[in-house]
T-cell receptor
């Protein structure tokens, strides 16, 4: 497989469920990201794992918990979600250089469409 | 405050009718201006990166240009398969790991 793959493509869960989203990248990149995409809003960065360091968006609720066991795999653990968490969750990867360097592009998976009932 | 604004919000063209999409940005120390294409039900697909004013890049019917305040995505003689949402994002010098995203332009090309 090539690129960034996400599973599952669709997920429906109740507010009391616990589920996990999975992402795998085959590009040899050293950084992985979780983004949330909602209608009429810009892409929202949730978490970044870069060079084995986790960077968080402090506005992300604790009901979202990321895990990055290695540079190729990324998980997003979900528990006690709210209906407003329904959205498209996108995983991305990139190659990150020194802090003073220019950004390289993100490469996205096709996302998981999450519906919370 | 860093900001990216895309216009128009939606654009409908006839096949062959050339046009341009705009991405205005206000960021401190641009570290890259990115264009993506997103089809329904899919993730954004990378198109171009521009790093400095005056830079241009082309791919098939698409051409991206950059000034100190804005970027344009020119679409020459579009085809129905060019229909998609086009997203623009800018990286600033302060936080290289976080992009500032626009809301996108939804393009529809009628045959």
């Amino acid at each position: 497989e090539t690129g960034v793959t996400q599973t599952p493509r669709h997920l429906v869960m109740g507010m009391t469920n616990k589920k996990s989203l999975k992402c795998e990248q085959h590009l040899g990149h050293n950084a992985m990201y979780w983004y949330k995409q909602s209608a009429k809003k810009p892409l929202e960065l949730m978490f970044v794992y870069s060079l084995e360091e986790r960077v968080e968006n402090n506005s992300v609720p604790s009901r979202f918990s990321p895990e990055c066991p290695n540079s190729s795999h990324l998980f997003l653990h979900l528990h006690t979600l709210q209906p407003e968490d329904s959205a498209l969750y996108l995983c991305a990867s990139s190659q990150v250089g020194p802090p003073s360097s220019y950004n390289s592009p993100l490469h996205f998976g096709n996302g998981t469409r999450l519906t919370v009932t | 405050e860093d900001q990216v604004t895309q216009s128009p919000e939606a654009l409908r063209l006839q096949e062959g009718e050339s046009s341009s999409l705009n991405c205005s940005y206000t960021v401190s120390g641009l570290r890259g201006l990115f264009w993506y294409r997103q089809d329904p039900g899919k993730g954004p697909e990378f198109l171009f990166t521009l790093y400095s004013a005056g830079e241009e890049k082309e791919k098939e019917r698409l051409k991206a240009t950059l000034t100190k305040k804005e970027s344009f995505l020119h679409i020459t003689a579009p085809k129905p398969e060019d229909s998609a949402t086009y997203l623009c994002a800018a990286a600033n010098a302060g936080n290289n790991r976080k992009l500032i995203w626009g809301l996108g332009t939804s393009l529809a090309v009628n045959p």
